[in-house]
């Protein structure tokens, strides 16, 4: 396999991963606080890194891939807040498309400066990945017969962007620090991340009852970790716009789940976008 099917098939795996992630914390917010839930999943998988790191003694990584990992895993934990209290705002469908959409975005146009331009296919690949992921977070609402449609805020569109712009920019900070080793890279993330979501809990602590998260988010920081560990990989195969955007088609996974399970069917341009997906990882593989 060359590079940028390997990159492809991890970022693939990562998506698959994180879009687990989702649907499992997706599932936990339905009876305690999203937060909560991302704050106990982030502790549980830092104890875990440090334990698997100090337990086999891994060698440390020099400080600048520490540095960029736990700068990438603080700024993304206040961007995920951000998120969160955009998609409290208003109508969630433009919102998280427009955060999505930025996600990866941001690391695309970095790597057009940082590596130059990318062959023919690839950027075909990047165009149609581009379009794919609006379609599958802009799926409209369901609505009950008669219901009012519910605005998007001009401030909910606002956080959605910076949130986007946070994760976009978390992927690029990752993969400078994947030169590193890449258990003491995402425990310096978790560590800085846990941190960050500390402080959030502090400054605006959730009204709710503070329990029933931590199974939930258990399993969701784990998955999460693991796709973590499987985009970090995946930029050190290839070009970082290809991994990040392979890697940002994570709402598909969730998407499939909530179908899978709940029975929650994708809409139309859900079900067009997951087709287009498709055809950008074929040509982003080549």
């Given amino acids: 396999m060359n590079s940028s099917g390997a990159a492809a098939g991890l970022g693939l795996m990562s998506a698959a991963t994180w879009g687990g992630s989702d649907f499992v914390g997706g599932l936990g917010a339905r009876r305690a606080p999203a937060l909560l839930l991302v704050a106990s999943g982030h502790i549980f998988s830092l104890l875990v890194l440090l334990a698997i790191c100090l337990g086999i003694r891994l060698a440390v990584p020099g ?88 605005p998007t805020p001009p401030a909910a569109l606002l956080l959605g962007a910076l949130a986007g712009l946070g994760f ?57 970790t693991v796709g973590n560990l499987f985009y970090l990989q995946a930029t050190r195969f290839g070009r970082l716009d290809v991994a990040a955007l392979v890697c940002s088609l994570y709402p598909a996974g969730t998407i499939l789940l909530a179908a899978l399970v709940l029975r929650e069917w994708p809409t139309r341009s859900q079900w067009a976008g997951i087709v287009l997906a498709l055809g950008a990882v074929a040509l982003l593989s080549v």
């Fill in 63 to 150: 400080p600048h891939f520490l540095l960029y990992a736990a700068l990438g895993g603080f700024e993304g934990s206040l961007a995920l807040a951000v998120f969160y209290r955009a998609l409290a705002m208003g109508a969630m469908g433009l919102t998280a498309a427009l955060t999505g959409l930025l996600t990866a975005l941001v690391p695309v146009l970095f790597s057009l400066f940082h590596d130059g331009l990318p062959t023919p296919l690839t950027a075909a690949g990047l165009a149609i990945g581009l379009a794919a992921i609006w379609l599958i977070t802009h799926g409209p609402a369901a609505r009950a017969p008669g219901a009012k449609e519910i």
């Fill in 168 to 224: 976009g920019t978390q992927l690029i900070l990752f993969k400078m620090a994947s030169g590193g080793g890449m258990m003491w890279v995402m425990t310096s993330a978790r560590a800085a991340g846990v941190v960050a979501l500390l402080l959030v809990l502090l400054a605006m602590p959730p009204k709710a009852p503070w329990r029933g998260f931590w199974l939930f988010g258990i399993l969701a920081g784990a998955l999460d």
